[in-house]
């Protein structure tokens, strides 16, 4: 999940002797314009966003909640004996369900946060064309497959018929007139969803340089 640049713009305020300020109508306008990239980051990572959030709240309220009852489990189980050698010789009983939920939970816990970490990878250029897509539950495979044009933002949809499918994909915005043939992108594949789950599963497998 890419994250937006940090904003960076000359600051150009003036000072008044009544204590007030004024500031420049380009830097007024710099600035808005890195807020609207900021809103625009925040709308196309939104559901990376949402898992985030989701699985902090599941995962630590969860986490605390069986910690508690595994403690009172083990409190509740006998009542405390006293001195050294009547501690060690004594046998701490606990419920049928603790030793399994200790063994499954962090199980649970650890497909939560993999899960959520899917979510820092969910856009990339393939084909020449820009791809969003999410993740399914619990398999983490990739779903709802979205495309869109890298020079106009116009979605591209996919081709349905035997027919309609090319090498190439021409945006349907006169205005524009993308062709990815003419930027040297690969040959497109179909049906889109499977290509971009083995593309993912490319680029997550490839080893970081040095």
Same mark, same amino acid.
């Given at each position: 999940?890419?994250? #937006? +640049?940090? =904003?960076?713009?000359?600051?150009?305020?003036?000072?008044?002797?009544?204590?007030?300020?004024?500031?420049?109508?380009?830097?007024?306008?710099? =600035?808005?314009?890195? /807020?609207?990239?900021?809103?625009? &980051? =925040?709308?196309?990572?939104?559901? /990376? =966003?949402?898992?985030?959030?989701?699985?902090?709240?599941?995962?630590?309220?969860? *986490?605390?909640?069986?910690?508690?009852?595994?403690?009172?489990?083990?409190?509740?189980?006998?009542?405390?004996?006293? /001195? *050294?050698?009547?501690?060690?010789?004594?046998?701490? %009983?606990?419920?049928?369900?603790?030793?399994?939920?200790?063994?499954?939970? #962090?199980?649970?816990?650890?497909?939560?946060? &993999?899960?959520? %970490?899917?979510?820092?990878?969910?856009?990339?250029?393939?084909?020449? *064309?820009?791809?969003?897509? %999410?993740?399914?539950? #619990?398999? /983490?495979?990739?779903?709802?497959?979205?495309?869109?044009? #890298?020079?106009?933002?116009?979605?591209?949809?996919?081709?349905?018929?035997?027919?309609?499918?090319?090498?190439?994909?021409?945006? %349907?915005?006169?205005?524009?007139?993308?062709?990815?043939?003419?930027?040297?992108?690969? +040959?497109?594949?179909?049906?889109?969803?499977?290509?971009?789950?083995?593309?993912?599963?490319?680029? +997550?497998?490839?080893?970081?340089?040095?």
């Amino acid at each position: 999940m890419n994250h #937006p +640049r940090s =904003i960076k713009v000359e600051s150009k305020v003036t000072l008044h002797k009544d204590g007030g300020a004024t500031i420049s109508a380009a830097t007024f306008e710099a =600035i808005q314009a890195e /807020g609207k990239k900021c809103l625009r &980051w =925040i709308r196309s990572n939104k559901d /990376g =966003i949402l898992v985030h959030v989701l699985t902090s709240a599941i995962v630590l309220p969860v *986490l605390a909640l069986l910690l508690n009852l595994l403690w009172k489990a083990i409190v509740a189980a006998k009542p405390t004996p006293h /001195g *050294l050698l009547s501690l060690l010789r004594a046998d701490i %009983r606990v419920s049928a369900w603790v030793l399994p939920a200790l063994f499954l939970l #962090p199980l649970v816990l650890l497909h939560l946060l &993999w899960y959520a %970490r899917l979510y820092r990878y969910r856009s990339d250029t393939f084909f020449g *064309l820009d791809f969003t897509w %999410r993740y399914s539950f #619990p398999k /983490g495979r990739v779903v709802h497959v979205r495309a869109s044009c #890298p020079r106009c933002q116009k979605p591209a949809p996919e081709p349905t018929g035997f027919l309609e499918t090319y090498d190439n994909y021409l945006c %349907r915005n006169r205005a524009c007139n993308y062709n990815t043939a003419s930027v040297g992108a690969g +040959r497109m594949e179909y049906p889109w969803q499977e290509a971009v789950q083995r593309l993912v599963d490319e680029r +997550r497998n490839e080893k970081p340089t040095a």
